[in-house]
């Protein structure tokens, strides 16, 4: 017979650093698992991505055993990444803070493929596109 799940807890996390701390604690305490242990499998499934914020869906079962999904950074951290920025822009339509190609604009696409709904490398690349665009990232044409 399957485990009965209790919550279904979805976090964002920087990479390989997980603590008991919040939001982590916060989060998750209530549920009543083991703190250290979570963070421990969570570093050590994040550790070759340190440096980013990494999604993770938290399935929290009634014996207070858990599973966790891991997923791609989000697409605004890998267009920072990629084009070496702080952060997007203040005033997206107005103010440009960068240019990504279209070969980083498909490196991400099928990166985060995974992720998106589509299975088509063409509507991944128009949902990295929009999202680059409410940064105020430019898509190069050529």
Not at 48 to 73: C, H, M, N, Q
Not at 105 to 124: C, G, H, V
Request: a positive charge; proline letters at 8%; charged letters at 25%.
């Amino acid at each position: 017979m399957p485990k009965k799940i209790s919550a279904v807890v979805r976090l964002t996390i920087p990479a390989g650093t997980a603590t008991p701390a919040p939001p982590v604690g916060t989060a998750l305490g209530p549920h009543g698992i083991k703190m250290q242990e979570f963070c421990s499998e969570f570093n050590a499934k994040t550790k070759d991505k340190k440096g980013s914020l990494i999604p993770a869906v938290i399935t929290i079962y009634e014996d207070r055993s858990f599973d966790f999904i891991v997923k791609e950074p989000p697409v605004s951290d890998m267009i920072k990444k990629k084009l070496g920025l702080q952060k997007g822009s203040q005033k997206p339509p107005v103010e440009k803070v960068g240019t990504l190609t279209q070969s980083q604009l498909e490196e991400i696409a099928k990166a985060k493929m995974p992720d998106f709904n589509t299975t088509d490398i063409n509507m991944a690349k128009k949902i990295v596109a929009g999202t680059a665009k409410s940064m105020g990232v430019t898509i190069a044409t050529k």
